[in-house]
């Protein structure tokens, strides 16, 4: 018996999790007990570990990211056009992108702990992983995808109206209007067109990737941005082309003659 729950234990808690962190304790902080503790153990695997590990039998936890975006979106989506049953779809959206963007899961998955779990490999070890906004993010989105497998939707539902529903006024003003959020407006307000993000070059191992991503109206190169993910990287640009449109104004009536021809 005391064996059996020994090798209990241990399935509980993989050798690269963070010191003190136990999937049985974060169990205990959600409120809900995993029937597979196989899918929760996946659902914090980076795709970093198994480079490293490579007779690791389990996948990563981006299938289940995938499913989890969905989910918090459906989820978000469906309590807001309840509760706001005057406001047009353009308010609808934009009130879901501020409560589902990088920033807002992260914060979210922050204050669970969530990066104490993760399974990673030295290399995003050692820069920092833990911490990664887009890893705890997405890390959060996976957690959701586990929880939906292994539950159901009202257990999904309880999750999500704890964790962001319960509190979506103060998580929405405080997701500050992003660089990408502010040139959507301008662009649309100016020349009623939205900018296209396009990956212009990428490089550098998995742990320490760099990105190049260029903003785009129409064929019109706007502004080009660098970060250590997509995300970042398209914030960047964002922020270059907001730059050039607000101190040269010249340049914006050339970008509306572009557009028109």
Known sequence: MLKSQSKKAQALTPPNLQKGASLKDLQTKIGLTFSDQNLLKNAFTHRSYLNEHKNYKGTSNERLEFLG????????????????????EGELTQVRAALVRTETLA?????LGLGAYLLLSKGEEDSDGRNNS??????????????????DI??????????????????????????KSKLQETLQRKFHQSPLYKLISSWGPD???????????GDKLLGKGLGKNKQQAAQKAAENALAKIITDRKNTTNLKSDTQL
């Open 69 to 88: 975006d969905s989910v918090i979106s459906i989820v978000v989506s469906r309590y807001l056009f309840e509760k706001l049953p005057e406001s047009p």
């Open 154 to 179: 009202k257990d999904i539902e309880k999750f999500l109206a704890k964790m962001i529903l319960g509190n979506w006024q103060t998580l929405a003003k405080s997701a500050v209007s992003d660089n």
């Open 134 to 151: 887009s890893i705890l993010a997405n890390t959060f989105e996976a957690l959701v995808g586990a929880i939906y497998l292994d539950k």
């Open 207 to 217: 742990h320490d990737k760099r990105f190049q991503i260029g903003v785009y109206l």
């Open 107 to 111: 914060k979210i998955a922050e204050k």
